[in-house]
């Protein structure tokens, strides 16, 4: 399974050209594609016209929506960021901590656009899909 970060959804939704963007649109079709909760609240928030909320919506819900709450998670996410803390590295937002997070939990690849997770592939070893 791929998990699709938010920042290559944005610019995915939005048709923007990147090798990120390019690699989903030939891959799709071809692989386990899926999305945690987190990343569908990131993208659907961000859209200001009702009638494309639902639009995209009902688009990312033809994937797997995969729910990332829980004390596992959140004692696992908070772990990892004291661990870069801890070599010298911040990551700089917590939803980002904890979807790469429960990508390390759950053995998921993530296709993302996000130099915060470049940390987690590094130092942690996150399965990252590299376009």
Not at 12 to 19: F, H, R
Not at 28 to 42: A, S, V, W
Not at 46 to 60: A, F, H, K, P, Y
Request: proline share 2%.
């Amino acid at each position: 399974m791929v998990i699709v970060d938010t920042t290559v959804w944005i610019d995915y939704l939005s048709g923007i050209p990147n090798a990120e963007t390019e690699w989903l649109d030939r891959e799709m079709p071809l692989q386990r594609i899926g999305l945690t909760d987190m990343i569908l609240c990131e993208v659907l928030q961000g859209i200001r016209d009702t009638s494309e909320v639902r639009r995209i919506r009902d688009q990312l819900l033809t994937f797997e929506v995969f729910s990332t709450g829980g004390a596992e998670n959140a004692i696992a996410a908070a772990a990892n960021y004291r661990t870069l803390r801890h070599r010298g590295y911040t990551v700089r937002k917590t939803i980002d901590c904890w979807i790469a997070t429960f990508c390390l939990l759950t053995g998921n690849r993530l296709l993302h656009r996000d130099r915060d997770f470049d940390l987690f592939e590094r130092v942690l070893g996150l399965q990252v899909v590299h376009s």
